[in-house]
């Protein structure tokens, strides 16, 4: 079965940062490309990164663009995003979700951006 | 970027009732496009990928179509649990985009 968890949200002061991780099981997370993609309370979903299976390719959504870093580590399975400079506009559920059709989404962690 | 509509923003159907819903790409995406079924406080989930093909373990009432610009969710016979928010999202090229989401209410 297709896992994909989440940690690292949590409350953070705008100018802070935060580290998430997405654990990933149940298949051969070397071989898929990875996003994050976020929804701000009310709203719709919104893309944020992808990185390849190899992460010889990496996006960012402009609005994270040299802010936000995504990365992964193959040999443990995971996929990080480390934040910096959060605003309160980057408030959030946060979600791991495989391939760039995305076929599958972890459960999400809150992120929330606030004095 | 490539801007995807979906319409309706919302609608009201009863139990039994065959609904579409469609999402339009601003640019041409071929077959690029899945659909997720979202609901309220839960992660979305998959049903449809490249535009017709159902994920695993999707029920068949669940169906899609079109290419190019112009593409259809349709749920063929609505149920109770079918009640939710819908999504489409074109992965033909970065950035990644979403439509707006198509609530579905019970009448």
């Known amino acids: 079965e297709v896992q994909l968890v989440e940690s690292g949200g949590g409350l953070v002061k705008p100018g802070g940062s935060l580290r998430l991780s997405c654990a990933a099981s149940?298949?051969?997370?070397?071989?898929?490309?990875m996003n994050w993609v976020r929804q701000a309370p009310g709203k719709g979903l919104e893309w944020v990164s992808s990185i390849s299976s190899s992460s010889s390719s990496i996006y960012y959504a402009d609005s994270v663009r040299g802010r936000f870093t995504i990365s992964r580590d193959n040999a443990k399975n995971s996929l990080y995003l480390q934040m910096n400079s959060l605003g309160v506009e980057d408030t959030a559920v946060y979600y791991c979700?495989?391939?760039?059709?995305?076929?599958?989404w972890g459960q999400g962690t809150l992120v929330t951006v606030s004095s | 970027d490539i801007q995807m509509t979906q319409s309706p923003s919302s609608l009201s159907a009863s139990v039994g009732d065959r609904v579409t819903i469609t999402c339009r790409a601003s640019?041409?995406?071929?077959?690029?496009l899945v659909w997720f079924q979202q609901k309220p406080g839960k992660a979305p989930k998959s049903l449809i990928y490249?535009?017709?093909s159902l994920q695993s373990g999707v029920p068949s009432k669940f169906s899609g179509s079109g290419s190019g610009t112009d593409f259809t969710l349709t749920i063929s016979s609505l149920q109770p649990e079918d009640f939710a928010t819908y999504y489409c999202?074109?992965?033909?090229?970065?950035?990644?985009?979403f439509g707006g989401g198509t609530k579905v209410e019970i009448k």
């Open positions: 640019q041409g995406i071929g077959n690029h």
């Open positions: 999202q074109q992965y033909s090229r970065y950035p990644l985009t």
């Open positions: 979700a495989r391939e760039t059709g995305i076929s599958y």
């Open positions: 149940g298949f051969t997370f070397g071989g898929y490309n």
């Open positions: 490249a535009a017709s």
